[in-house]
Structure formats: structure tokens, C-alpha cells
């Protein structure tokens, strides 16, 4: 009978791996299996693996060990999945328009079923800022691994009310016993400790002490998190999630505007529309989501939304749309309401955001913010604990992140985008100016033997004061002495960096760019109209020209003239 259950089990993982074509010594090498030959033996039924290489089967294979014939035979006819697990309370449909992430996927798996030789327990956490895709992510690994786990556990964790109210659900549908003066966060906590093969998800952790309320010390299983905290310590490895790539991200929109998978359908002018919009958000899914929601719901075209976009940014961000997967505020949205409540912590992160949101998002020296803060502090002598203390919080919530190697803050354009929304022209031009006086004085001060190096550092800042110069009409010695002394730096003008690092450079708020019709100041010898800069390459570079406003699109809409842009 012994043999018999052998032969059946080994069966099924030799019709599994013919299946894929893949070789004995293939499936060796990707469990890291020394000899070829022991795979042999599982598939005639001369041995067994180990639960360690199970494991690894069924990751190789994306099947259960009922399915791979790997259980005992009476629980082969018992194959767990999604609908008939012993527990599923994932909230969410699988995204049918899911994009990228495939090494990802992959990757947490891996790390998920490492052996940690400290703990049973292993723990992940996807971070970066609201509308990254984290939860997303996740959504599909559960879908995709469903197998592997007899429980899947889903907790919204972002406040104490909703971690008791989801704990409270999961409690009776289990039909758990709660004993007196237990609460049911402890009753479900208990039980844990007491089964194998889950996971359970935290969504969107703020505080980190809502793991230890639910989660066993001692126990087998999984855990995931999200969260938009920088780092959790030791609390669980941490993966920092990046938007997409332009090119996954434009297929992601087409995807998602007409649920076509490939590209081949679509005209080359929408394509390089779309790729174009992805790398004007820095590939934000939320963003592009929420564009192709928009673009379905108008029915027009991406280049005519693109263009929209290109005038009307912070506008465009703050819409929605009512055909919404799972996140119900807008980019827009999410993002006031972030800095908002930033800004109740720490007065400094609102001075650090304004200062940044005029800059380049990218290699922004800590010292130039902390110079920001102590000149509108004016000269508090606490300004670097001021600094500390709100760049920790601005971490916190991943809208700035900071390369201690280097000493650069990074911080994302939508965010520059919606807090210079927040500001009237009046206060954006005290901003500019405050900034170019601030940035002027660093380069006019340093030695001249060490400029060079200086503008190393300095490099893209430089030139977006050079730019800010220019499009607010910023006239002053010091201005004129900075331009000076570039020029004679580099043996003529500076020329400007490429477009795809000054993109945002160009997003003034509704109204500027029409209003912005002053002369153009012939001290600035290597400046194009504001309308368009000329760069390295020799291409011209527009911003925002001929764009109709956004009324006039849905009037269109409304009377079925909508048509081809």
C-alpha cells in the first residue's frame, strides 16, 4: 500500500515538470538540489523530499503539495484553494489589469520561505508612498501563491479601530471561543499560535505595535505588511517599492483605459503618448489609474488628456473618477491630506516641502534644505534639530527619501505638484525668490578655486534657479552675478540638462503660464521664450502651449462632440 502511495505521489511531479519542458537537472539546479539523480528517486517513488524541498517544489511549480502528489493520499482529494481554503477574507478582486512586477512577485516569495534559523515567523514589509501599488502587489501575490497557504488572512491595519473590527469578523467566522476578558484581537492571536501554512496580511501599518497585538511570538507562518513608513527596524525585512518603469507603465494605461493587453492595437502616436504621461508621474500607478479612468469616462484620447495634463496637473491629479478599483481618493486627494497632517506635526515640514517643491525632485543636498530652514527660521539656533526632526517624519510617510551616502534628499514631482498648488502666486514668488537668494549666496560664496566642485554637487539645482530665473522674471544684482559667473564657469551660457529631468520644472499653476507674458530678459542669453527651452540634443522642449481648457473637453462630452485630437 506504502509503495503504491509513493508512485501515485511521484507521478504527478514527473506530469508537472514534463509538462514545462524543464529537465531533471534544470529542477535540480533551481532547488539547488546537488545530484539531478535524487529528483529521480522522488518521481519512481524510491524516496521522499524533505518538507524544506516541498516547499521549494511548490514555489518552482506555483502548485500545492496536493497537487505535486507531496501529501499523504488521504489528503489529495482535499487540494486547497482560494475558494474552498479553510479561510479567505481577501477583500479585493484580483486587478485584471495587474502590470509588471514579476521579479517582485518572485522575490517575496523567496523570502517569505526562507528558513530563519531566530524564528518560525517570517515577515515582509512592501513600503513607499500612497498610491504605489503596495497593496496591489500583494493582492496579486495571494493570488498568485494561494496555494501554498491553507489560511489567508486579511487585516486593515491602519487604526486601532479597524485592526479590532476586522479581528472581531475573522474571530466569529472562525467560530473562535472568546474567554472572559480576552479581547478578540488575543483570542485570534491565540489561535495562531496553533496552526501552520497562513498568512496574514497588515495593510497600510502606521503603528508597528498592532504586530505584536495579532501576531504569535512563537508560531509558523507568514506575515506581510504595508505600510509608508521608510523602515521597521527589525520588525520584518523591508522592500522599498519604486513607481513603474515609462514603458510598464504606458501599457499599464492602455491597459487600463480599454483592457487590451498588448500595444499592438493602439496607433504609435497614443503609444508614445502614453509613455510619455507614465514618465510625467514617475510611473505612480494611483496616477496612471486614475488618468485612464478619466480618459474612459471623457472618451478622449491620451494626447489630448497628455496636453491637459502638461497645463493643468495639480487639476488633473485632484479628479478621480467614479470607475475606481480600490483606492478612493485621488492622487490630488491623498497627498493634501498627507502634507496636512504632516504639517500639524511639524511646523518645519511644511517650510522643507515649499522649498523643495520649486527644485529639481532629484539630488537635493541636505545642506541646502537645512541653509532653507535657518534662513526662514531666521537663524533659530535649534534648526538642525528642527530639520532632524521633520525629515523624520517626512520619511515616515516616504514623500522624501534621503541617500545618507551622498546626503541627497529626493523627493517625488506630484508631491512638488500639489504643494505648490497649495500656494497663491503671491506666496510661490516669495518662494522663488527665497530660493534663488538662498541658492545664489551658496555658489556666489564658495571659493572660486572650488566651484568646480561645487557645481558637481550642485549641478541640477543651478540650473533649475537658472530656469526659475527666467519664467518669474527674477531681476537683482545677485541674479545677474550668479548668471555672470556660470557663463564664465562653463566659457559661455549654461546650457539646460535634458528635458527628462526638468519636466516639472514647468508646471505652474492654472493660470501662470497665460499670465506670465512679460519681456524677455535679454540678460539671459541662454534662454529660449518661456514657452520652450532649447537643449543639448538641439530638440525644443514646450511646455504646455495651445491647450484648451478642461470645461471645454467635458462641454464636448456632453454633446457628443468628443472626437480625435
Not at 63 to 72: H, N, Q, V
Not at 108 to 131: K, V
Not at 205 to 233: C, F, M, W, Y
Not at 252 to 265: C, D, H, Y
Request: charged fraction near 20%; proline fraction near 4%.
Amino acid at each position: 500500500m506504502n509503495q503504491v502511495r509513493k508512485n501515485v505521489m511521484n507521478q504527478s511531479l514527473r506530469s508537472e515538470r514534463e509538462k514545462h519542458g524543464w529537465s531533471r537537472a534544470y529542477v535540480a539546479e533551481q532547488l539547488d538540489l546537488a545530484d539531478p539523480k535524487t529528483l529521480g528517486r522522488w518521481e519512481r517513488g524510491v524516496s521522499s523530499p524533505s518538507a524544506q524541498f516541498v516547499r521549494k517544489l511548490c514555489l518552482l511549480f506555483e502548485k500545492s503539495k496536493e497537487e505535486l502528489g507531496l501529501a499523504p493520499i488521504e489528503k489529495q482529494s482535499a487540494c486547497i484553494n482560494a475558494r474552498h481554503s479553510l479561510f479567505w477574507n481577501v477583500p479585493y478582486r484580483r486587478n485584471p489589469f495587474f502590470t509588471g512586477r514579476q521579479e517582485l512577485l518572485t522575490h517575496i516569495s523567496t523570502i517569505l520561505h526562507t528558513h530563519n534559523e531566530m524564528t518560525s515567523i517570517s515577515a515582509l514589509a512592501l513600503g513607499g508612498m500612497g498610491g504605489i501599488g503596495k497593496t496591489q502587489t500583494v493582492v496579486e501575490y495571494v493570488y498568485r501563491f494561494r496555494n501554498v497557504y491553507r489560511l489567508i488572512i486579511w487585516i486593515q491595519a491602519d487604526t486601532h479601530e479597524s485592526l479590532v473590527t476586522d479581528c472581531k469578523r475573522i474571530v466569529n467566522a472562525l467560530h473562535l471561543r472568546q474567554h472572559e476578558q480576552e479581547s478578540v484581537c488575543d483570542t485570534l492571536k491565540q489561535w495562531l499560535r496553533n496552526q501552520d501554512e497562513w498568512l496574514v496580511i497588515l495593510d497600510n501599518v502606521v503603528n508597528l505595535d498592532v504586530i505584536n497585538k495579532v501576531i504569535p511570538v512563537e508560531a509558523t507562518g507568514h506575515i506581510l505588511l504595508t505600510t509608508q513608513r521608510s523602515s521597521l527596524g527589525e520588525v520584518a525585512q523591508y522592500i522599498l517599492l519604486h513607481g513603474f518603469t515609462p514603458e510598464e507603465g504606458a501599457l499599464f494605461l492602455l491597459r487600463r483605459i480599454q483592457g487590451r493587453a498588448s500595444t499592438r492595437k493602439w496607433c504609435a502616436r497614443e503609444i508614445k503618448a502614453a509613455h510619455t504621461l507614465s514618465w510625467l508621474v514617475s510611473g505612480l500607478p494611483l496616477a496612471l489609474d486614475q488618468a485612464g479612468t478619466y480618459i474612459e469616462e471623457i472618451g478622449c484620447q491620451i494626447t489630448r488628456y497628455l496636453a491637459m495634463y502638461q497645463q493643468y496637473p495639480a487639476m488633473l491629479l485632484h479628479r478621480r473618477g467614479e470607475s475606481r478599483l480600490d483606492h478612493p481618493d485621488s492622487v490630488g486627494t491623498m497627498l493634501t491630506l498627507i502634507c496636512d497632517e504632516l504639517e500639524k506635526s511639524s511646523p518645519a515640514t511644511r517650510e522643507i516641502l515649499r522649498f523643495c517643491a520649486f527644485l529639481h525632485p532629484d539630488t537635493l543636498p541636505e545642506e541646502l534644505v537645512l541653509e532653507s530652514l535657518t534662513h526662514i527660521s531666521r537663524g533659530n539656533a535649534n534648526s538642525p534639530l528642527l530639520y532632524e526632526e521633520a525629515l523624520s517624519i517626512l520619511r515616515r510617510s516616504s514623500l522624501i527619501q534621503v541617500c545618507p551616502e551622498t546626503q541627497m534628499l529626493t523627493v517625488h514631482p506630484l508631491v512638488q505638484i500639489i504643494v505648490k498648488a497649495s500656494m497663491d502666486p503671491q506666496e510661490q514668488r516669495r518662494w522663488v525668490e527665497t530660493i534663488v537668494h538662498i541658492l545664489s549666496h551658496f555658489f556666489l560664496d564658495t571659493q572660486v578655486s572650488k566651484r568646480a566642485s561645487f557645481y558637481q554637487r550642485y549641478s541640477l539645482q543651478l540650473q533649475a534657479c537658472m530656469v526659475l530665473i527666467t519664467l518669474w522674471n527674477i531681476t537683482s544684482p545677485i541674479t545677474r552675478q550668479l548668471r555672470e559667473c556660470i557663463n564664465e564657469h562653463f566659457s559661455g551660457p549654461m546650457q539646460l540638462i535634458e528635458p527628462e529631468s526638468t519636466h516639472h520644472l514647468g508646471y505652474m499653476l492654472p493660470g501662470h503660464m497665460e499670465q506670465n507674458t512679460h519681456e524677455q530678459d535679454d540678460d539671459c542669453p541662454c534662454f529660449r521664450p518661456p514657452d520652450s527651452f532649447e537643449c543639448k540634443n538641439g530638440s525644443t522642449w514646450s511646455i504646455g502651449q495651445g491647450v484648451s481648457p478642461l470645461s471645454s473637453l467635458e462641454s464636448a462630452k456632453r454633446t457628443g462632440e468628443t472626437g480625435a485630437s
